[in-house]
């Protein structure tokens, strides 16, 4: 016991001591009169003399070490933009992968550049911005040094890239005015660079050897920047729409979003009768569980910022708000804290015989120690004169770069006064190719009754131990390229100490240098509802060329769930049939042998895209669901003539309806006006 305490004070001692002893890389940025015009060429002389910065390490495969290739970077601004010039060194430019065109889709499948700015320079929170040489951009932020990454944030920027032949070049323009700073002269920000090329496997940065691409506190640092204030405060975007569905009468409605900077570090937002008619449809899935679906948010009042809510007892879900009135929120930063704040009001639910409620959340965090937290939010709906809720405290406190905790404790009020505590401890050790934690959890017999009202809780009356493994092993011959190796523990009992579940997840994945991947896993199971059942579950799965978007994968499940055999058969084949024109099939076969319910289905599901230019588009969505007959197609053309929030949309719709039900919605038609002041 003694030698097993002392090697955990040695483990710890060694983390604390690395980290103590981890070397900021520094930058300086240079300052001009003129703006860049920004078309990917670096061809202005402001270039010739501006700062840079090189140097490139490996994330993976071979972490630690250069970069394969040769990546650098050029720094300048003004008192409007930050520019970023990048010189992408490759001696196989023709192999540059670049077909993703829409904005915020992941790029992870193409050649792309990154920036990270740490603004505030708390080493806990930045915006990223990621494009690749089609000029195609996604960008967000990353919060509780790398706890949350959410890209429902949206910046103003520029971007262009140009093929050369030495590589590619890329620059990129950010709009200081949709950046939260504090002005003033020899100001510091967190800064690092990054670049994927996929065909490699390969992820670089400019600080390294990272334990992750998130975690802010090992940023390096971009120095005396002299930042004014900026001058825009305000920005009003006002909507027009129209509908006309078949057998009902016309309609014309409007709305009005406006954005006001109180300073640079504080902001709100103020929305009435926004449109959620256009948004895209729950996409319909299999549950083979007891529990409900966690779906997510598309409406984008709600989307931006919600990065702040996430928690692992998930006290705030968006999704229980239906349509609204309008809303307000507020977010700022100032003095160690940060807060933000939300409040909507709904219109009557008919359907689901609710009236109009207020829903209100106010959340707040404060900076602890070198890149940690402490936060506490409250969540409220408050109908027919009465509230529900629920309000709790967490934090995540970064003793290393590699060793956390996590904690939270939580209550629910309202019809329910007892039995209404949660709580959870996980302490967790995270490296670039290694994940372990433990976590003990405790949800109250009565906590989900109340928080469901506002919040998302699969199930309370549980006192729970999970724990989970995960390595990845970089192989790099006999033709493999990784390994991955997976596997979790979770039991739970109720309060009354009966033991109501365990489940053994195992999971096996390669990764081969011809482009084919294969991936095993393998789940045992026991639940007690109103009798004891044992499920199991085997799968194997069959990827190609997974690691770029143009990929095709199927897998084939089968096993025993809830006193029911089942087989279940998914294919996904995404493919650019030109540069602008992407598709995607998803099949989804379920068969339950006996089948009491008629519970065994088809799903299928298709997306199409054609970008005739990045802001001049058509989009299609179609899905059909065999088991409960719903048959739901969506096609959206969009103009942006004021990326991002200045556009004109032409929407088509016929069967929308909620996930799982079947819809009735006729032949209808939408269109959209925005404009932005």
């Avoid at 001009?32 to 090189?54: C, H, M, R, Y």
């Avoid at 692992?312 to 239906?322: C, D, E, P, V, W």
Wanted: charged share 25%.
């Amino acid at each position: 016991m003694k030698k097993t305490e002392l090697f955990l004070m040695l483990f710890l001692l060694l983390n604390f001591f690395s980290y103590g002893q981890w070397k900021m890389k520094e930058t300086s940025a240079r300052k001009i009169d003129k703006p860049v015009i920004v078309d990917g060429f670096l061809s202005e002389p402001s270039w010739e003399k501006a700062p840079q910065a090189g140097g490139f390490i490996q994330f993976q495969p071979e972490r630690g070490s250069p970069a394969s290739l040769n990546t650098v970077v050029k720094i300048l601004y003004d008192d409007n933009f930050i520019y970023f010039g990048f010189l992408s060194y490759d001696p196989e430019p023709d192999k540059t992968a670049a077909s993703i065109t829409k904005r915020d889709a992941e790029l992870k499948s193409d050649d792309a550049v990154l920036v990270y700015l740490d603004t505030f320079h708390d080493r806990r929170t930045c915006y990223f911005f990621i494009t690749n040489l089609l000029g195609t951009q996604l960008d967000g932020r990353i919060t509780d040094n790398g706890k949350t990454r959410q890209t429902t944030w949206d910046g103003i920027w520029k971007s262009a890239g140009q093929k050369t032949d030495f590589g590619w070049s890329m620059e990129i323009a950010i709009d200081l005015s949709c950046l939260k700073y504090e002005p003033g002269e020899e100001k510091s920000w967190g800064l690092n660079f990054g670049r994927c090329v996929p065909r490699r496997l390969e992820k670089s940065f400019w600080v390294g050897p990272l334990e992750s691409p998130l975690k802010v506190s090992q940023y390096g640092v971009l120095n005396g920047l002299e930042l004014v204030k900026s001058e825009k405060k305000y920005s009003i975007i006002p909507h027009i729409i129209s509908k006309l569905e078949e057998g009902k009468k016309s309609e014309l409605e409007g709305g009005v979003d406006v954005r006001y900077a109180f300073s640079q570090m504080v902001s709100g937002n103020l929305t009435i009768n926004p449109d959620f008619a256009t948004v895209e449809a729950d996409q319909e899935k299999i549950n083979l569980t007891r529990f409900e679906l966690n779906l997510p948010e598309k409406r984008n009042f709600f989307l931006e910022g919600s990065e702040m809510y996430r928690q692992r007892i998930n006290l705030f879900y968006s999704r229980r708000i239906s349509d609204i009135y309008g809303g307000l929120k507020v977010y700022g930063k100032s003095g160690g804290f940060e807060f933000s704040g939300l409040s909507a009001q709904t219109k009557k639910d008919e359907t689901l015989g609710e009236d109009s409620a207020n829903f209100s959340v106010f959340r707040l965090k404060k900076d602890v120690m070198k890149s940690s937290n402490i936060g506490f939010l409250l969540a409220n709906k408050l109908t027919g004169g009465k509230n529900r809720g629920t309000a709790g405290f967490d934090t995540s406190l970064y003793f290393t770069d590699t060793f956390k905790f996590t904690g939270q404790l939580a209550l629910s009020y309202g019809d329910y006064d007892k039995r209404n505590i949660a709580f959870f401890l996980r302490p967790s050790y995270d490296s670039s190719t290694f994940h372990i934690h433990i976590r003990y959890g405790q949800l109250g017999e009565n906590f989900a009754d109340n928080a469901n009202e506002v919040a998302f809780v699969r199930d309370d009356n549980r006192r729970e131990l999970d724990s989970a493994i995960m390595k990845t092993f970089w192989i790099k011959k006999w033709g493999f390229e990784r390994i991955e190796y997976s596997s979790n523990y979770n039991i739970y009992w109720g309060m009354d100490r009966t033991l109501r579940s365990w489940k053994v997840d195992e999971g096996l994945e390669f990764d081969f240098k011809n482009k084919f991947s294969i991936e095993l896993n393998h789940t045992q199971e026991y639940k007690l509802f109103e009798k004891e059942f044992r499920n199991h579950r085997t799968q194997f799965e069959l990827g190609y060329n997974t690691r770029e978007w143009q990929s095709a994968e199927v897998s084939y499940s089968f096993g025993h769930n809830f006193d029911l055999d089942f087989s279940l058969v998914t294919g996904e084949i995404n493919y650019k049939l030109t540069q602008d024109f992407s598709l995607s099939y998803d099949l989804t076969r379920l068969n339950f042998e006996p089948d009491p319910e008629n519970e065994s289905t088809w799903i299928h599901i298709v997306r199409a895209t054609n970008y005739f230019t990045k802001d001049l588009f058509i989009k299609l969505f179609y899905q059909l669901n065999s088991s409960i007959d719903k048959s739901n197609i969506q096609i959206l053309f969009v103009y942006r003539f004021q990326p991002p929030f200045g556009f004109i949309q032409l929407a088509y719709q016929k069967g929308t309806a909620r996930f799982g039900e079947k819809g009735t919605q006729g032949h209808t038609v939408f269109l959209k006006l925005t404009y932005m002041f």
